[in-house]
C-alpha cells in the first residue's frame, strides 16, 4: 500500500530522525539535494511539496520564472547511512507551481509518463528494466586543464603500472594486468570487502542486490543490482551511484563511472536489461528467434532504427566515445543476438518465459538513468508500433567480419557532436503520449552543447606527442 503522509511522520518519529534529504534530479542526471530539520515538516509540507528555486539549476528555469515545487514521492523513501545523524531521504518530483502539474524538463517525471504512456497506449502494464553499471576505484586522481597545461593523473595499487614502484613495507606484487581482472580471487582481487560493504550498504536500503565481482580491467568493479520497475530501477541507480562513492571514499578511495578512464584498458558500460509485462505475463516470450515474441522483435527494431538519436541520453558525454570505437571489443554494431556479447542488443539465456528480455549495451553509467530508461522504452514502443522488424539475427562473432559485410552493419554514434545531432533530426518517437517534450529536448541539447565545443576545441597531450615535432 502507499505510504502517507502520516506513514512518513510515524517513520520520522519512531526512527528519531532529525534531518529529510529531499532529493531530486537534474537534466544531466546528478542528484541535488535540500535537507530540511525534520520538526519543520508535516502532512502539508509532505503532500503540497516546497519551493524552491530552479533557475539555479542548469537545463532548468529563467531567473523570471524560478519558482518550482520539490514534491515528495512518499513510496521512495531511504534511511540514509552516511549521515552522522538519523537523516531520511525523500525522493522528489518538480511541480509547476502555477498549474500544479510534473515539470516537463523534470527527468524523473519524463520516466513517470513513460511508465503511464505504456498502459494508456495498450502496450502493457508493467516495464521491467535491469541495469550493470560499471565502475573504478582509484586510490589518487588527479587532473588540470588550464591556460597553459593540460594532463590527468590515476593511480591505483591495482594497476600494472605499479608492478616495479616502492611501497613502504613493500610491493605485494598481486594485482591483475590490463584485461585481466575477469576475475581472479584475492589477493589478485584487492577489493572484495569494499564491494561487500557496498552491496551490504544497498540491501540494509532495502535495494534487490544479489552479487559482486571484479571487471576486465584493473581497478573495475561491478555490483548485482537486480531489475524493478522502471521509475524505481532509475530511483536504485541513483543510490547505486551515490553508495558506490560514498563507501569508496569511507576507504580513501574515489570512484568513477566515466566510461573511458584508462585508455589502455576496457571501459566501463551499463548495459541495460528491459521487458514488457501484462497480467503478470512477459510479453517479450513467444514462439520465435530465440523464444521470443514479434513483440520483442520489434521493440529491438525500433532501438536500434532509433539507437543514434538515443545515443544523446544512453551515452550522453565526450568521454562514452572513447569506450565506443569500431574495431574493438565495444558494442557499436546494431545488430541483435542471442548470448552473443559481441552485438549491441544481446538476448541473454534464461529458463522460462518469464526470464526473455533484451539486453542493450551501449548505454553507460554516466547516463541520466531516467531519461536513458525511458528513451529506450519509446524507441521500443515505437518498433511495436510500427512493426519495425529487425531482420535476421546475428550469432556470428560480429569483430571478425570481413569488411564488406562489417559495412552493411549500422553503428552507434562515434561522438557526442553527433548523437546531438541525431537527436535533433530524430525525436518524434519520444513526443507520443508528451512523454518527452520538444522544449525538454531542445533545452537538453543546448545543455549539451557546451560539452562538445570545449572537448573539441582543448588540445590534448596526445596530440602534443603525435604532431608537436612533426
Known amino acids: 500500500m502507499a505510504n502517507t503522509p502520516k506513514d512518513i511522520l510515524k517513520m520520522i518519529e519512531e526512527k528519531e530522525i532529525e534531518w529529510v534529504d529531499l532529493r531530486f534530479t537534474d537534466p544531466k542526471g546528478k542528484w541535488q539535494h535540500l535537507t530540511m530539520v525534520s520538526s519543520v515538516l508535516g502532512e502539508d509540507e509532505l503532500t503540497q511539496g516546497l519551493m524552491f528555486d530552479g533557475s539555479s539549476i542548469e537545463g532548468w528555469k529563467a531567473i523570471n520564472e524560478s519558482d518550482m515545487i520539490l514534491k515528495p514521492d512518499l513510496d521512495a523513501v531511504y534511511v540514509d547511512p552516511f549521515s552522522a545523524t538519523p537523516m531520511l531521504i525523500l525522493f522528489c518530483d518538480i511541480v509547476e507551481p502555477d498549474t500544479g502539474e510534473l515539470y516537463a524538463r523534470d527527468p524523473r517525471s519524463t520516466a513517470k509518463r513513460a511508465e503511464a504512456f505504456v498502459k494508456s497506449a495498450g502496450f502493457g502494464d508493467t516495464v521491467y528494466v535491469g541495469p550493470e553499471a560499471e565502475f573504478f576505484m582509484f586510490d589518487d586522481v588527479r587532473f588540470n586543464s ?20 616502492e611501497y613502504e613495507g613493500g ?32 540491501l540494509e536500503m ?10 576486465v580491467a584493473a581497478a573495475q568493479h561491478e555490483l548485482g543490482l537486480t531489475f524493478g520497475t522502471l521509475v524505481t530501477t532509475a530511483d536504485r541507480m541513483q543510490i547505486y551511484k551515490y553508495v558506490v562513492q560514498m563507501v569508496a571514499q569511507a576507504y580513501g578511495k574515489t570512484a568513477t563511472f566515466m566510461p573511458k578512464p584508462i585508455a589502455q584498458d576496457n571501459g566501463s558500460g551499463m548495459h541495460t536489461h528491459m521487458s514488457i509485462w501484462e497480467g503478470g505475463k512477459p510479453l517479450f516470450a513467444g514462439e520465435g528467434y530465440a523464444g521470443l515474441s514479434d513483440t520483442c522483435l520489434y521493440f529491438i527494431g525500433g532501438v536500434i532504427k532509433h ?20 574495431g574493438f571489443e565495444a558494442p557499436v554494431l546494431l545488430a541483435y543476438s542471442a548470448r552473443n556479447r559481441s552485438a549491441s542488443c544481446r538476448i541473454p539465456y534464461g529458463a522460462g518465459a518469464k526470464a526473455k528480455r533484451v ?19 519509446m524507441a521500443g514502443l515505437d518498433g511495436i508500433e510500427n512493426k519495425i522488424h529487425p531482420g535476421a539475427a546475428m550469432d556470428k562473432n560480429l569483430y571478425d567480419l570481413p569488411p564488406e559485410e562489417l559495412s552493411q552493419v549500422p553503428t552507434v554514434c562515434g561522438s557526442l557532436r553527433e548523437a546531438l545531432n541525431s537527436l535533433e533530426a530524430d525525436h518524434e518517437f519520444l513526443l507520443k503520449g508528451d512523454v518527452f517534450t520538444k522544449d525538454q529536448i531542445e533545452a537538453y541539447i543546448e545543455l549539451k552543447w557546451p560539452e562538445v565545443y570545449r572537448w573539441e576545441m582543448a588540445p590534448s597531450p596526445v596530440e602534443f606527442d603525435m604532431y608537436y615535432s612533426a
Not at 593540460?150 to 616495479?164: A, H, R
Not at 532495502?206 to 571487471?215: F, T, V
Not at 550522453?316 to 570505437?325: D, E, M
Not at 539486453?359 to 522504452?377: G, I, K, Q, T, V
Open 146 to 165: 588550464d591556460y597553459n597545461e593540460s594532463f590527468y593523473k590515476i593511480d591505483d595499487v591495482e594497476l600494472p603500472t605499479n608492478t616495479g614502484k
Open 171 to 202: 610491493n605485494l606484487a598481486h594485482r591483475p594486468r590490463a584485461k585481466g581482472g575477469y576475475f581472479p580471487v584475492a589477493p589478485v582481487d584487492p577489493a572484495t570487502d569494499i564491494r561487500a560493504e557496498m552491496v551490504s550498504t544497498m
Open 206 to 215: 532495502g535495494l534487490p542486490c544479489d552479487k559482486h565481482h571484479h571487471e
Open 307 to 326: 539507437a543514434k538519436a538515443l545515443n544523446a541520453f544512453t551515452n550522453p558525454t565526450t568521454n562514452s566515445y572513447k569506450r565506443l570505437v569500431p
Open 359 to 377: 539486453e542493450f549495451r551501449f548505454p553507460d553509467a554516466m547516463a541520466n538513468p531516467y531519461l536513458c530508461y525511458a528513451a529506450l522504452l
